[in-house]
Nanobody
């Protein structure tokens, strides 16, 4: 069984920083790409940042220059460093991975974590 577990969320003031982490575990054969998504109340889930297996990164325009995504391919972990946080960044942040399991290594599927709350408020 595969699990993605997020951590690091919390309450911060505008202009502050947080670092989110995601740990993937289970019968993983390989991971293609990993990313962070977020969903605010009344809003659709949106892509925040993504990193491919080769290390290429892409960011939403709203977070460019403020957020940094990174991954550790040995430990199967994913991080999101968030700086200069704004109230509009308030949302539940979800870890996502496109991966193959040892049971079915020829088929890649999407897996999601439970989410971690980030609240930016004074």
């Amino acid at each position: 069984q595969v699990q993605l577990v997020e951590s690091g969320g919390g309450l911060v003031q505008p202009g502050g920083s947080l670092r989110l982490s995601c740990a993937a575990s289970g019968n993983i054969f390989s991971i293609n790409h990993m990313g962070w998504y977020r969903q605010a109340p009344g809003k659709e889930r949106e892509l925040v940042a993504i990193v491919t297996s080769g290390g290429a990164t892409n960011y939403a325009d709203s977070v460019k220059g403020r957020f940094t995504i990174s991954r550790d391919n040995i430990k199967n972990t994913l991080d999101l460093q968030m700086n200069s946080l704004k109230p509009d960044d308030t949302a539940v942040y979800y870890c996502n991975a496109l991966l193959r399991t040892t049971t079915i290594p020829f088929l890649a599927n999407d897996y999601w974590g439970q989410g971690t709350q980030v609240t930016v408020s004074s």
